[in-house]
């Protein structure tokens, strides 16, 4: 295991790396002159092999039992209806609201929908929770407490997302990471359903049901 103190120049280089990663993804700035759908999975790749090297740990806690994944659909299933709900009143509330969300969905013109699901399902969904949970919020959990690890790893989860200039997706980022951070805060032992939840939910809002 690597303690908190001994993990954070890792943590710290490895957050510079996804910061970078994600501006080139989504700012005004770079994305129109990238393919996002393989930045993104490149960028899938890089947080898997960055958490594996400075905290080869998470892979102990992986479990595929029926369970686990069971509940890992019913969190997803739950994430979708807060997002559904969530779309509904900012939609009333705020005009610029299905703009931003449309601008999110456009980023699947032209992909296909096998293709988004299998890369949602087993590589893009799967890394983000090794990386944001299995590691970063592991890292600053065993640092700062398991409180303040949670709050700082949902902040950044959130500001990676910043530069994208969305109001909404910062939003549903930071909603999300809750989610997920608080499972994995009192629940870390069931990292696999977290797992599961994430990549479902990511294939259920952005393909197969669309908000």
């Not at 400075?54 to 997803?76: E, I, T, Y």
């Not at 610029?96 to 999110?104: G, L």
């Not at 699947?108 to 949602?120: E, N």
């Amino acid at each position: 295991m690597v303690s908190g103190r001994a993990g954070m120049p890792g943590l710290i280089f490895s957050m510079a790396v996804a910061f970078c990663l994600w501006f080139v993804m989504f700012s005004p700035v770079t994305a129109p002159h990238v393919d996002f759908w393989l930045t993104m999975s490149l960028s899938a790749v890089i947080l898997t092999a960055l958490s594996t090297v400075f905290n080869p740990g998470w892979r102990k806690h992986m479990d595929w039992s029926l369970q686990n994944v069971a509940l890992g659909l019913a969190v997803a299933a739950l994430l979708w209806g807060v997002f559904w709900t969530g779309d509904r009143l900012s939609s009333l509330l705020f005009d610029f609201a299905r703009p931003q969300v449309d601008a999110i969905y456009g980023m699947k013109a032209g992909a296909s929908p096998w293709v988004l699901s299998a890369l949602l399902l087993g590589l893009i969904g799967p890394a983000e929770e090794i990386f944001w949970r299995g590691y970063v919020q592991k890292t600053l959990s065993l640092r700062f407490g398991a409180n303040a690890g949670f709050v700082i790893a949902t902040v950044l989860y959130a500001s990676v997302h910043i530069a994208s200039c969305n109001f909404m997706l910062v939003m549903a980022s930071l909603v999300a990471g809750i989610v997920w951070g608080v499972f994995y805060r009192f629940f870390p032992d069931r990292f696999t359903a977290i797992i599961v939840s994430h990549a479902l939910w990511d294939a259920a809002v952005f393909v197969w049901l669309p908000i």
